[in-house]
């Protein structure tokens, strides 16, 4: 099966620009993550969505970044206006679990990430 | 709140060698965790899981790690180290339970490993 997809690899923009990130999971998976990865850091949630809804976005900074799941398949990721703190590798998850009444194995499998720099 | 620890930021060892990297978790409910492998400039990749079952988990490459609860551990090992098994790796820890955001992961900071020949 193919895995997590995720475009760009790369990007390099200057401070106060905006920037999009797309994320497609595997086939079927209801549950999609993006996660921030600042260097010398491990992974740190940013949203979760299930299908089409926010589950959580406690820690995502809304008042610049921003994400969407249409039609609960692709998704994607929203900065605007960077920071130069949001350097960093942006990384997309997803998992098979579909409903609150679902006892999960939480096994998310990860696409290869966006590396951003922000100058 | 959930927490990790990963002891030691690098470590490094002979290929051949015994790899042990150490994680301790912090969890009020019983815990679901993991051992992810991040090769450079990758995605992560679950190395081992436990949920609850065997407290000694085998995993992918070798790798296994063994679910302490009196000492709040699930350090992982291997063996004899290769040269290939150089990447960072990441423990995580989620809550236990039914969907919603009990799924989230949360990581330890990382801990690279270097192979020596």
């Known amino acids: 099966e193919a895995g997590v997809a995720q475009s760009p690899r790369y990007k390099i923009i200057e401070k106060r620009q905006s920037v999009a990130f797309w994320c497609n999971p595997i086939s079927g998976h209801a549950t999609l993550y993006w996660y921030q990865q600042i260097l010398g850091q491990g992974p740190k949630l940013l949203i979760q969505f299930q299908n089409n809804g926010v589950v959580d976005d406690s820690q995502l900074p809304k008042d610049r970044f921003s994400a969407e799941r249409l039609k609960g398949v692709d998704s994607t990721l929203k900065i605007q206006p960077a920071k130069l703190e949001d350097s960093a590798v942006y990384l997309c998850?997803?998992?098979?679990?579909?409903?609150?009444?679902?006892?999960?194995?939480?096994?998310?499998?990860f696409g290869p990430g966006t590396r951003l720099t922000v100058t | 709140a959930q927490s990790v620890t990963q002891l030691g930021s690098h470590v490094s060892v002979s290929e051949g060698a015994l790899v042990l990297l150490r994680c301790n978790y912090s969890s009020s409910v019983p815990p679901y965790l993991f051992w992810y492998v991040q090769y450079p400039n990758q995605g992560l990749q679950l190395l081992l899981k436990y949920t609850s079952a065997a407290t000694l988990v085998k995993g992918i490459n070798g790798f296994e790690a063994e679910f302490k609860k009196s000492e709040t551990s699930f350090h992982l090992t291997k063996p004899s180290a290769h040269m290939s098994d150089a990447a960072e790796y990441f423990c995580?820890?989620?809550?236990?339970?039914?969907?919603?955001?009990?799924?989230?992961?949360?990581f330890g900071k990382g801990t690279k490993l270097s192979v020596k020949p």
């Open positions: 998850a997803s998992s098979r679990p579909a409903g609150l009444a679902t006892l999960v194995s939480y096994e998310q499998y």
């Open positions: 995580a820890v989620s809550e236990s339970g039914y969907g919603g955001s009990q799924g989230n992961l949360i």
